[in-house]
T-cell receptor, first 114, second 111 residues
């Protein structure tokens, strides 16, 4: 079974530029999560999708971050414009459904904003 | 706001030593998970505990969920260099599928 795929793995941009991350969850997983992990800390949930609908985006900085999962499969997370404090690893995770305890994580995208 | 504090934050030990990592909160959780994350990779689930007082063993790793469901511990016996990584606990709340991750414990095991 293929795991959660993310791309790119690394991205370096200057502040005020835009960036987009892509995630392909495990086939059949209805729930998809985007997390932000700052160096040395635990992941913080940004947004959660159930199929193509948003379940929780309470911690997403909506003035600069946006995410979509139009067909209920792949998802993209965008930052526009980026700030220095956005430097972090962006992790995508998926689970079978909202009642599942198990979340499966992708390798993450390491973003550096200079 | 639910918070999970892990201790110690860093741990550096020799191969063969035993260690315990703690995960504490003032909040009650419906479940508690432990993940290990290696550099450049996402967290990988090690175990889920759902019953207060529950103890689970995974080879040299022993996980315990506190009776009050507010804390958990991870004990590693005879640590090996392959155990090196960032250990994260994560709590699941009642009536929500959202996970709250702990602050992390970075373990380094030297040969």
């Amino acid at each position: 079974e293929a795991g959660v795929a993310q791309s790119p793995r690394y991205k370096i941009i200057e502040k005020r530029q835009s960036v987009a991350f892509w995630c392909n969850p495990i086939s059949g997983h209805a729930t998809l999560y985007w997390y932000q992990q700052i160096l040395g800390q635990g992941p913080k949930l940004l947004i959660q999708f159930q199929n193509n609908g948003v379940v929780d985006d309470s911690q997403l900085p909506k003035d600069r971050f946006s995410a979509e999962r139009l067909k209920g499969v792949d998802s993209t997370l965008k930052i526009q414009p980026a700030k220095l404090e956005d430097s972090a690893v962006y992790l995508c995770a998926s689970s079978l459904n909202r009642r599942s305890y198990e979340q499966y994580f992708g390798p993450g995208t390491r973003l550096t904003v200079t | 706001t639910q918070l999970l504090e892990q201790s110690p934050q860093f741990l550096s030990i020799q191969e063969g030593e035993n260690l315990t990592v703690y995960c504490n909160s003032s909040s009650v959780f419906s479940s508690l998970q432990w993940y290990r994350q290696e550099p450049g990779e996402g967290p990988v689930l090690l175990v889920t505990v759902v019953t207060g007082g529950e103890v689970k063993k995974l080879k040299r790793l022993t996980f315990q969920f506190g009776d009050a469901r507010k804390d958990s511990s991870l004990h590693i016996t005879a640590a090996q260099p392959g155990d090196t990584g960032l250990y994260l606990c994560a709590g699941g709340g009642y009536n929500t599928d959202k996970l709250i991750f702990g602050t992390g414990t970075r373990l380094q095991v030297f040969p």
